[in-house]
């Protein structure tokens, strides 16, 4: 997409928030993503060209549009997927404070849903840390936040909790306020479980400071 610029009276400075708008605009150009600048009509895109396939590692953002709040110098999406690798965040709305992925942190609200391996974390609203170009930490809040994997002997674990923690790196989820986690043959129940992605398997404990018990129910086969 091309960005048009207008001739700018020689002595006028430049508005603080263009710089912000025009990073915006080069990152997003091979995306068709049109920048709104307020109290500007956001220019057309172009015809697409098309994209490069996206390697390991890199950062793909997909967005149906975006607008720049000068104000607060904040990037504002909707209808917006972000991806690297295998994981994949979506939402209604995400916020961001600029483009830099060296650390920054990036709120999504509405719908929002972000991938684990076989399966999702589902909630109202998660705020996603970017550390060194990685995404490292998930935390999504709800009433309640969800969670999802099909399992490896067909079944399903379910999820739920007031926030889950997600940690990319190791593959965990930790489940924090009235857990619950369910097989379809046992239920747990805590304070806080910990549940891992890779190795499908949980632990209970107390949350620190904590003196709740875990309670688990378990079904006898045969039993609907």
């Known amino acids: 997409m091309a960005a048009s610029h207008r001739s700018r009276p020689r002595g006028r400075r430049p508005r603080a928030g263009a710089p912000l708008a025009a990073l915006l605009t080069v ?7 049109a920048v709104a ?12 060209t098309k994209a490069a396939k996206a390697r390991d590692g890199d950062i793909v953002l997909d967005a149906a549009s975006s ?29 961001a404070t600029g483009l830099d992925f060296k ?17 999702e ?11 060194a170009d990685r995404v490292t930490r ?9 969670l999802e994997q099909k399992l490896k002997d067909g079944g399903k674990a379910r999820g739920r909790a007031a926030s889950l923690t997600y940690e990319t790196a190791i593959g965990k989820v930790t489940l924090r306020g009235d857990a619950s986690l369910s097989d379809g043959r046992s239920d747990i129940r805590g304070e806080q479980l ?9 632990q209970a404990g107390k949350a620190s400071g904590g003196d709740d018990r875990v309670r688990i129910v378990i079904r006898p086969q045969g039993t609907p």
Request: glycine fraction near 8%; avoid cysteine.
């Open 27 to 33: 990152v997003l150009a091979a995306s068709g993503v």
């Open 37 to 48: 600048q307020q109290g500007q009509p956001s220019a057309a895109p172009a015809t697409p």
């Open 67 to 95: 607008e720049v709040d000068y104000r607060s110098g904040t990037l504002l999406f909707r209808d917006v997927v972000i991806t690297q690798g295998a994981v994949r965040v979506q939402a209604e709305r995400a916020r």
């Open 103 to 119: 650390e920054a942190t990036w709120t999504f609200s509405g719908d929002v849903r972000i991938s684990v391996q076989d399966g």
């Open 121 to 131: 974390l589902r909630s109202d609203e998660a705020v996603v840390t970017f550390v």
């Open 138 to 146: 998930a935390v999504v809040r709800g009433e309640p936040a969800e």
């Open 194 to 202: 910990v549940y891992d992605i890779n190795a499908q398997r949980v």
